[in-house]
T-cell receptor, first 116, second 117 residues
Framework: AQKITQTQPGMFVQEKEAVTLDCTYD???????LFWYKQPSSGEMIFLIY??????QNATEGRYSLNFQKARKSANLVISASQLGDSAMYFC?????????????FGQGTELSVKP | GAVVSQHPSWVICKSGTSVKIECRSL??????MFWYRQFPKQSLMLMAT?????????EQGVEKDKFLINHASLTLSTLTVTSAHPEDSSFYIC?????????????FGPGTRLTVT
């Protein structure tokens, strides 16, 4: 079974509008971390935001926020005021367990295109 | 911020030859590094976990004799693709964990594009 699922292969959004990228996960471990990464066409992986399973509040980093719904096992990324430079692949990832050195499991990715 | 470099950024080699890719953490010590491969328009597939001073842990289905990993120091891990074949052509990305960060997030290198002819 897929541990991390991103059901949107591609998304379009108008510049300056907000967009939500979906991510659901599956784990029986009470301690886990959820990450979002951006991968532009150059290939580099850029860390965007992190949410710990015990965090009470949704994580925010500038224009990025993570809509964490623990009961539904979802960790959607919200990008506000989209910019043309936001066009890229976006990956959701999970690290299971309390070991901060643990490996990441990635979702399939969502390709976001921002229209001018 | 934490910086991870990879060298080379791209390489073309002939079938049957070996290629070494380096991954360095530039401004932090990384006891653990990871190696991924990525095909176009696909997700990252973890190949192995590289721990400084010990043998790498390979994921199921990854040939350890073909993909040799050495983590000789706290800032350097190398991946050697031995006897490369065209099907090994891919984008190889390393990452390193910055344990000084509370959440221990992984920082990724810029990747190495390998083409085997």
């Amino acid at each position: 079974a897929q541990k991390i699922t991103q059901t949107q292969p591609g998304m379009f959004v108008q510049e300056k509008e907000a967009v939500t990228l979906d991510c659901t996960y599956d784990t029986s471990d009470p301690s886990y971390g959820l990450f979002w990464y951006k991968q532009p066409s150059s290939g580099e992986m850029i860390f965007l935001i992190y949410q710990g399973s015990y965090d009470q509040q949704n994580a925010t980093e500038g224009r990025y926020s993570l809509n964490f719904q623990k009961a539904r096992k979802s960790a959607n990324l919200v990008i506000s005021a989209s910019q043309l430079g936001d066009s890229a692949m976006y990956f959701c990832a999970m690290r299971e367990g309390g070991n901060q050195g643990g490996k990441l499991i990635f979702g399939q990715g969502t390709e976001l295109s921002v229209k001018p | 911020g934490a910086v991870v470099s990879q060298h080379p950024s791209w390489v073309i080699c002939k079938s049957g030859t070996s290629v070494k890719i380096e991954c360095r953490s530039l401004d932090f010590q990384a006891t653990t590094m990871f190696w991924y491969r990525q095909f176009p328009k696909q997700s990252l597939m973890l190949m192995a976990t590289s721990n400084e001073g010990s043998k790498a842990t390979y994921e199921q289905g990854v040939e350890k004799d073909k993909f040799l990993i050495n983590h000789a120091s706290l800032t350097l891990s190398t991946l050697t693709v031995t006897s490369a074949h065209p099907e090994d052509s891919s984008f190889y990305i390393c990452s390193a964990i910055n344990r000084d960060r509370v959440m221990g997030e992984q920082y990724f290198g810029p990747g190495t594009r390998l083409t085997v002819t």
